[in-house]
């Protein structure tokens, strides 16, 4: 880097402190007993010194001053690359699900639970994955289907005793429905229109579910949900229940790859590319976006149902429009159209929290900024898709 | 690729720390308490106060020598964001930090969620504010209720507005949480039980903060009182603002949801002269003295219904593991049963199914300050 | 609602209306800054409701410390709206500057994350520095109004509406007036070929973040003054309704915002006061889907252009 690369760099960082500064101050500093600045000023002096420090570092590195670090490190990540090549794919794939099903046998039950919740976002990244990153709808009320599915379980479950497994498929079906009713009035639209009103009907469903008591006994929530159970024998523990999520996930994950990579996959990803062209080619638009609704929101229902059974408890405030939020950006954050890369995306977005936790107030502070931070380091996403093209929606 | 391996050894590395496997044993016994309430979102002021109400317990116990045969009691806080997923993970953090009780949680749909998963451990749940008959109706036998039950707190509230405020016609206004809608359902039934005219019982949505429309109903029917059933004091401190501004002549009647001083700080003029019906207290019990001084000397605030529930939740905890000798949930349980005494909010007794009498008081607002006016079991005037 | 005379209903409907009006200018603030900044670079940007949130709290630090200082009212409350809008101006081009510029190249959708990301950060660093109790405005400045039966019309909501129609002139005036205008509309239209004809794109995205803060601190003070309070969480619904206003109107045209902010408050408070207060939201969302079905667009929007979507 030459000095006025650098110096540039300095420059830029002291003018953002400063600004930090000033947007700091009025906070902090102006209070009806008078002004202060002892606070604000060691709140700056923790941020300032993070800053100077990191950029000291950036600069060290860029001078190749930390090579004797880095040169192994990239030594060994290019020779774990070359075995990573080299194995074939089945034997990864194996020993991440022989990972996977030891998992619980060598944790305990807290570590269950947030494996629990990594796997449900799993089956609900990888269905709105359908939606978003394949066919390059943007759906911002796609936590609705997953209520669906869970007041569907939860109501079969109180009202006629159906067992889960039976329920399951019922939850994906009603979810599958209420993606073609939310799905058919949006297909005239595009873009940010299609945001607006698949966040409007993500917030009626949530409203109605909050609000119809006779149905969903409105914000009390339904109690009283039965465990799975397999031949009468009641699932009780958390880690079995990882297990039945396991299944499910790893379903849901054999599921999205198999479509992925199928005649409607290709036709999704055409419509994403350029839906004019598609529908030259004689893509059936219509019928195919309407099927990426259902699709998406089938996978939803499951998980829906599984939530439902999990917790024994249904209420509206799981379905709230920040969920939503937060499953967009699992698909967005692991890398449109890619399962990898979603299933990272889960991992980082579930467990960050969780590793916060020790944070205490300042969880979702640290939680915003690191979002935002990991957009900036890899606006693609962690492990991007391999086919998306410049002309897709999104990219403008 | 060198990054995303990098990623993947990051996660995993994250993984471990998630499953960590807890804190070293430290010597000598500590009596490991954890409360559950949101700490972020929109409810963060409501959780905030349940988490001051404990660690002020905490330190008021340790101050009385503690609880023999511990050396130490410590406190772990677990924010829920009153969302039932990440309650349950917090229950299940707080199993992993050993604790014996926890206080919390704040909403009604994150309480019974993770109460069911403290109780496949046996772990002894206080919840200060959730008010769902629900919470204790289950029958867990390690589950007890410091609050009031909104079937309680509905007939304590009606027998005030027959018997001592004369009111003919009432309007209800509630915010579709389960607390508001449960308590303000109640007063609507034994309202009309009483012989008093139910105008309307309307609601609004919370994250709300333009209550005009619902407001201009209450102008229009004109009711002799107006009670206003809404999940906390900053949302009662929005209504009185705006019905005292539109010209609204009822008598306002609020619940112990709203009964904090935020109320009156935020609401100044308009919450002057309102009701509001909140456990008896001692003012001059010992418990409730050291409780004030403490909590305003910590806090840097004045306590609100909820930090005086969360108070009295922990301390009964303690109390109870005092007599007991130990943190055997069985044991502790038998002296909770027996426990009688005067805490914050109310004189706290468990009863079989974990619910603590309720004693309402009413409350009025008079000159920016919470004054007693009448109490429901006696049924006279202070 | 009792009384079923004639002028009731009829004082009932005005009252309503102005309520309905009250609400629709509140929105419309908010959603003039989500409009303008969606028309200069296509982003909705989640973290405008925040930016609502933090004026609404700069204007009550700023009324307290200068009415401390022993200023007259009504000075206190003009200038502490003029610095308080001054203020988001700064927060907002330091937010754009942060997150939004180094992925001018990226795709959308990682913008908007970025910006959701933001609004989280926002919100949660203001219940940090403000604690998490809601603060509570001097309302007398503002008390009192006309009344008429049971028709009553505060001061503060002729002053809502007086202040949104001005800004609302203001901004058309510089929009359609001004060579700053006619920068910001010739880099939405193309910004590789308005940078050709000798504009600062970057400095011109810049003044529209800060402007539009400007207009959403306007709202936020205004809001803390109408309804006593302000709290670190108020951005969030606000904020969806004025997007959905702006999309309503017609994502990215100014009087689009005004329009579509009428109609969702009018129908929110009609909703309330003759169906049903609990499902006002869902009709203000069926009427902005049935509006977007038939008009795929918005009410003033243009048709579709390919490119732009």
């Known amino acids: ?396 | 690729m060198k990054r995303l391996l990098a990623l993947i050894a990051a996660l995993a590395v994250m993984t471990l720390v998630l499953t960590g496997c807890g804190e070293e044993e430290k010597a000598g016994k500590v009596l490991r308490i954890g409360t559950m309430s949101p700490l972020t979102g929109p409810y963060a002021a409501d959780g905030n106060d349940i988490r001051q109400g404990a660690e002020i317990a905490v330190e008021v116990m340790k101050e009385q020598g503690g609880v023999e045969g511990y050396t130490d009691i410590q406190l772990f806080s677990q924010d829920t964001a009153c969302d039932p997923k990440q309650a349950v993970a917090a229950a299940n953090k707080l199993i992993n930090e050993k604790v014996t009780a926890v206080v919390g949680a704040y909403c009604s749909s994150s309480t019974i969620p993770s109460s069911e998963t403290l109780a496949e451990e046996n772990i002894v749940m206080l919840t200060p504010a959730s008010t769902s008959p629900q919470v204790t109706e289950r029958g867990l036998p390690y589950m007890f209720r410091t609050c009031g039950r909104d079937d309680h707190q509905a007939p304590a509230a009606v027998k005030f507005m027959k018997d001592v405020a004369d009111v003919k016609t009432l309007f209800i206004v509630d915010d579709k949480t389960t607390y508001s809608q449960g308590l303000a359902d109640g007063v609507s039934i034994a309202a009309k039980a009483a012989g008093i005219e139910v105008l309307e019982h309307d609601h609004v949505n919370q994250g709300d903060k333009d209550y005009s429309a619902v407001l201009t109903k209450v102008k229009a029917a004109n009711p002799d009182m107006f009670y206003i059933s809404l999940q906390n004091s900053a949302t009662g401190a929005l209504m009185v603002i705006q019905a005292r501004r539109m010209g609204i002549n009822a008598t306002f009647m609020g619940q112990d949801a709203v009964y904090h001083p935020n109320l009156i700080e935020i609401g100044k003029n308009a919450a002057e002269g309102m009701f509001c019906t909140f456990g008896a207290i001692d003012k001059d019990a010992p418990a409730f003295k050291n409780f004030l001084s403490k909590y305003k000397a910590i806090a840097n605030n004045e306590p609100g219904a909820y930090s005086a529930y969360s108070f009295d939740s922990t301390m009964a905890y303690m109390l109870a593991v005092k007599a007991a000798g130990s943190t055997d949930p069985a044991k502790v349980r038998a002296e909770l049963m027996k426990l009688d005494f005067v805490g914050a909010s109310k004189n706290v007794v468990y009863d079989e199914k974990g619910d603590s009498g309720s004693n309402y008081t009413v409350y009025q607002i008079k000159d920016g300050k919470f004054v007693p006016y009448w109490n429901s079991l006696t049924g006279d005037k202070y | 609602m009792r009384g079923s005379e004639h002028w009731i209903h009829m004082e009932f409907f005005i009252q309503q209306l102005i309520n309905g009006i009250t609400l629709g200018g509140v929105y419309a603030l908010i959603a003039l800054g989500y409009t303008m900044v969606y028309g200069i670079i296509q982003l909705i940007n989640f973290a405008h409701g925040e930016f609502f949130a933090a004026g609404g709290y700069m204007g009550v630090i700023l009324i307290s410390w200068l009415a401390s200082q022993g200023l007259h009212p009504y000075a206190c409350l003009a200038l502490a709206l003029a610095l308080s809008m001054g203020y988001c101006a700064l927060l907002a081009m330091a937010v754009e500057r942060l997150a939004y510029k180094p992925l001018r190249e990226a795709s959308r959708l990682a913008v908007l994350l970025s910006a959701l990301g933001m609004s989280i950060f926002l919100q949660n660093g203001l219940m940090l520095t403000q604690g998490v109790y809601d603060k509570g405005y001097p309302t007398e400045i503002t008390s009192g109004g006309f009344e008429w039966g049971l028709v009553s019309v505060s001061y503060m909501q002729i002053f809502i509406v007086g202040l949104t129609a001005t800004l609302l002139v203001g901004l058309n005036i510089l929009v359609f007036k001004t060579r700053i205008g006619r920068a910001m509309r010739a880099t939405s239209q193309d910004k590789v070929m308005s940078a050709l004809v000798g504009i600062n794109s970057n400095r011109i995205i810049s003044i529209t973040f800060a402007i539009g803060a400007g207009l959403a601190a306007a709202a936020g003070i205004m809001v803390g003054l109408y309804y006593g309070s302000v709290n670190y969480s108020m951005g969030f619904v606000p904020g969806i309704k004025a997007f959905a206003a702006a999309v309503l109107g017609g994502i990215g045209n100014i009087t689009g915002a005004l329009i579509g902010g009428l109609i969702i408050g009018m129908v929110e408070i009609f909703a309330a006061g003759y169906i049903s207060g609990e499902y006002k939201d869902v009709f203000a969302f069926i009427i902005l889907i049935g509006v977007l079905y038939f008009r795929p667009s918005g009410i003033m929007g243009e048709n579709i252009d390919d490119t732009r979507v």
Not at chain 1, 309 to 321: C, D, N, Q, T, Y
Not at chain 1, 350 to 364: D, H, Q, T
């Open chain 1, 1 to 396: 880097m030459t000095t006025q690369e650098s110096k540039k760099l300095w420059l830029s960082c002291g003018v953002g402190l400063i600004w930090f500064l000033i947007i700091l101050w009025p906070l902090l500093g102006i209070t009806p007993e008078g002004l202060e600045f002892g606070k604000t000023f060691k709140v700056f002096g923790y941020v300032a010194v993070g800053v100077v420090i990191l950029m000291l570092f950036y600069q060290v590195q860029q001078a190749g001053k930390l090579n004797f670090v880095g040169t192994p490190l990239k030594a060994t990540s290019v020779g774990i690359g070359k075995i990573y090549e080299i194995t074939p794919r089945w034997i990864l794939l194996g020993i991440v699900l022989a990972l996977a099903i030891a998992f619980p046998l060598v944790t305990g039950r807290y570590a269950h639970d947030v494996s629990i919740s990594v796997l449900i976002y799993i089956c609900l990244g990888l269905g709105l994955n359908i939606v978003v990153g394949l066919a390059g709808l943007l759906d911002l009320g796609y936590i609705a289907f997953y209520g669906v599915g869970a007041y569907t379980y939860a109501l079969m479950s109180l009202h006629f005793g159906l067992s889960f497994w039976l329920c399951l498929p019922i939850a994906g079906v009603t979810a599958a429905i209420a993606g073609c009713i939310i799905g058919y009035p949006t297909l005239r639209m595009r873009g940010d229109y299609l945001a607006i009103v698949t966040l409007g009907f993500g917030e009626i469903v949530r409203l109605i579910l909050n609000n119809w008591m006779g149905l969903t006994n409105g914000p009390n929530g339904i109690m009283g949900i039965l465990r799975p159970e397999i031949f009468g024998f009641q699932l009780n523990k958390l880690w079995m229940l990882y297990y039945v999520i396991l299944g499910i996930a790893v379903f849901t994950i054999l599921a999205v790859y198999r479509l992925n990579f199928s005649r409607i996959g290709r036709a999704w990803e055409a419509i994403r590319e350029d839906e004019t062209a598609a529908e030259l080619m004689g893509v059936n638009t219509f019928l195919l976006k309407l099927l990426a609704y259902a699709m998406g929101a089938t996978f939803a229902g499951f998980a829906g149902a599984f939530f439902a059974a999990r917790m024994r408890f249904v209420g509206p405030e799981s379905f709230s429009f920040l969920e939503s939020a937060m499953v967009l950006a699992m698909v967005v954050l692991g890398g449109m159209g890619s399962i990898p890369g979603v299933i990272l995306g889960v991992l980082a977005l579930v467990a960050l929290p969780e590793v916060f936790r020790e944070f205490e107030l300042y969880r979702m502070l640290v939680f915003g900024g690191v979002m935002t931070l990991m957009m900036l380091i890899r606006p693609a996403g962690i492990w991007p898709a391999k086919r998306v093209g410049r002309r897709s929606e999104e990219a403008d």
